[in-house]
């Protein structure tokens, strides 16, 4: 398969006449073969009009049809084999491993969704037969159905080239609901973007839906993403990125004539919180699984562990030795972009700078593109003192909070933002003290591990990948799971409809 640069709308491809960009070589920072055409105006346009036309007949269709198309997706993904892995590799830095696992992800959510779909249970179908005779007034007939939102613009992630773009779970939780999507291409890998996107457009057409169900456009700037999220047609934006991004969208969906959800995951720092008993019974080795969570892919995940609070004792004190022991020996790892590799270095640097913050440890120094990881601590009056010492650092930095005691630690815990989870490494000791903060941890973040750590979400009924913001921008839904579709339906409620009008799911022969 050939990468072209090609803007992928209304069935067809089409070369973007607005500013060319190149995907980048993660590893060198250097251009990678094809250069991309950025999207103009009226290309928003056509995609936006042909979404929107498309939504009529794709809203109605049947959820075998729907089914199918959500797995046929996932069989063109596979097909198209090594190519997508090596460009992924190339644009993100990441491991082959991991990219073989992002896509087995990707294919298996689309897959759930499938079966989501097949069930129909997200229709949410509810009869109140009405009785005419009812006094003083009569009671009427109200049946009840989730109908989908309309045209939703799905911005990839930088982190995620695979499961969280082009046919990620946003596209494909969208997809299942019954909405068509228009996806914004990370810049940052838009060669793995225009793979994928080009399986999508052959799963619409082999599935013989309207080809507006789906489009991607290349922009290496904000005006498109900007454009369509202002867009009348367009009805919800899903979005995973930083948080200025985030909220820049937010705002320009909320001035909207009819303001629109934006599902916009952004920063998170995930507590781990260590109780006294874990840290006396196993302090080094929750260390050294606290280190290889911190460190992976570059510690570029939405779930890094990237603070930890524990009270002054011993066991903080191994845990401390431990993690300083073994960080020096994990090399230095590419960043996924420029910026972000240079995000990182100011974040880090900012930590070293700070007159209350003590490094730890660091891992092998690597270059310019690449990240070495680095763990600070402090204590939890210095933290209290300054709120910028819980902005996320993305990539593998970390950092260990002393408090004098568990009221102390409750303060900090009272002062961090929303969170995606929450870790508690605890012993049978623990447990009441434990017990006693879940109330307070439900409250910041959308979910709560024990003995465990945050990165590794699985794709599950029972997951919540959200949490208050600014973890997302709406803690009432989840991005990873097939929770996700309740995102894109809203409620209809049908009152003293006669059985002709009413929906055919809503019929008699299905209530009786
Ligand atoms: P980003 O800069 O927010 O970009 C995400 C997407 O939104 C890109 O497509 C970008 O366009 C677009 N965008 C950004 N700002 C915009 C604006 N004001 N208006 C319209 N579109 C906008 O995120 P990133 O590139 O993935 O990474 C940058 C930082 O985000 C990281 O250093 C990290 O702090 C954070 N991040 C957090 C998570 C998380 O899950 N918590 C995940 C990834 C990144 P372009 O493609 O043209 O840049």
Known sequence: MTITGSLLVAGAEKRGSNAEFYGLEAVTGKPLPTSFGGASVEDVELAAQHAWEAFASYREADPKIRAGFLEMIAQEIESIGDEL???????????????EGERARTTLQLRLFAKEVRDGRFQELRFDVGDPSRKPVPKPDLRLRNVPLGPVVVFGASNFPLAFSVAGGDTASALAAGCPVIVKAHSAHPGTSELVGRALQRAVSNTGLHPGVFALLFDSGFEVGQKLVADRRIRAVGFTGSRRGGTALMEIARRRKQPIPVYAEMSSINPVVLFPGALKDRAAHIASDFVTSLVLGAGQFCTNPGLVLAVECEGLEVFIRKAAELLPDVGAQAMLTPSIAKA???????LRRHPDVRTVASGRSGGELEGSAALFDTSARAFLADHQLQEEVFGAAGLVVRCKDIA????????VEGQLTVSLHVTGEDEAEARRLVPKLEMLAGRLLVNGFGTGVEVSPAMVHGGPYPATADGRSTSVGTMAIYRFLRPVSYQDFTDALLPEPLREATCS
Do not use: F, N, P
Not at 85 to 99: K, M, P, S, V
Not at 344 to 350: I, T
């Open 85 to 99: 892995i090596l460009r992924a590799i190339a644009e993100t830095g990441l491991t082959r491993g991991r990219l």
């Open 344 to 350: 990182y270095h100011e974040g880090v640097a900012k």
């Open 408 to 415: 102390e630690l409750e303060r900090v815990l009272d002062e």
